[in-house]
């Protein structure tokens, strides 16, 4: 089986612009999880999908969303990013939820100016 | 609300040697909890989880956690370290949230650095 796939893999963008970030989880998984990762704060949970509908979000502003398709493909977007933005986004799916241990991506890298 | 805590940014330890990595959480009902590692430049690896029943749980190369509830504790040990076992290890909790859900909260990360 295809393992979670990110892309774009890197990113640079400059203030005040937005992007979006996909996802493609494993064959049959219904769960995506979107995750920032920084030095500073560690592995930050930014929201979750299944079956299309958010099932949970973290703390973050409004600034960040997402969405889930019908073949359980998601997309994130941020706009007007902030330099405080930059990160590594990671992507990761499961079968379920709760229980469910999450496959991971290996990350888009976003820079920002 | 929930919450992880691993006390040790690194984890030094010399090869053939047991390891020991340390996670302690905070929830308010039953928890799951996980144990992922993430080699460099690479994602992170599910190694295990504590779901219920038998409090010693074995994963992925060798690892094996105990749970102890009484010290809300989920460490992560292995009798014998390896050079390759060098990596970022994250413990993380989720709890049945209102609605259902299951927020998920991981740890800020411990480097294990085993030396030759």
């Known amino acids: 089986k295809a393992g979670v796939t990110q892309t774009p893999r890197y990113l640079i963008k400059t203030r005040g612009q937005q992007v979006t970030l996909s996802c493609s989880p494993i064959?049959?998984?219904?769960?995506v999880s979107w995750y920032q990762q920084t030095p500073g704060q560690g592995l930050q949970f930014l929201f979750e999908?299944?079956?299309?509908?958010?099932?949970n979000k973290g703390n973050f502003p409004g600034r960040f969303s997402g969405r889930q398709f019908s073949n359980s493909r998601s997309e994130m977007n941020v706009s007007t990013l902030e330099l405080g933005d930059s990160a590594l986004y990671l992507c990761?799916?499961?079968?379920?939820?709760?229980?469910?241990?999450?496959?991971f991506g290996p990350g888009t890298r976003l820079t920002v100016l | 609300a929930q919450s992880v805590a691993q006390p040790e940014d690194q984890v030094n330890v010399a090869e053939g040697n047991p390891l020991t990595v340390k996670c302690t959480y905070s929830?308010?009902?039953?928890?799951?909890l996980f144990w992922y590692v993430q080699y460099p430049n690479r994602g992170l690896q599910f190694l295990l989880k504590?779901?219920?029943?038998?409090?010693l749980v074995k994963g992925s190369y060798g690892f094996e956690a105990e749970f102890n509830k009484s010290q809300t504790s989920f460490h992560l040990k292995k009798p014998s370290a390896l050079v390759s076992d060098s990596a970022l290890y994250f413990c993380?909790?989720?709890?049945?949230?209102?609605?259902?859900?299951?927020?998920?909260?991981f740890g800020r990360g411990t480097s294990l650095i085993v030396h030759p």
């Open positions: 504590y779901i219920t029943g038998d409090n």
């Open positions: 929830v308010s009902g039953n928890p799951y």
């Open positions: 990761a799916s499961s079968y379920g939820t709760g229980s469910n241990e999450q496959f």
């Open positions: 999908y299944f079956s299309e509908t958010q099932r």
């Open positions: 993380a909790v989720r709890e049945l949230a209102s609605g259902g859900s299951y927020i998920p909260t």
């Open positions: 064959s049959g998984h219904r769960s």
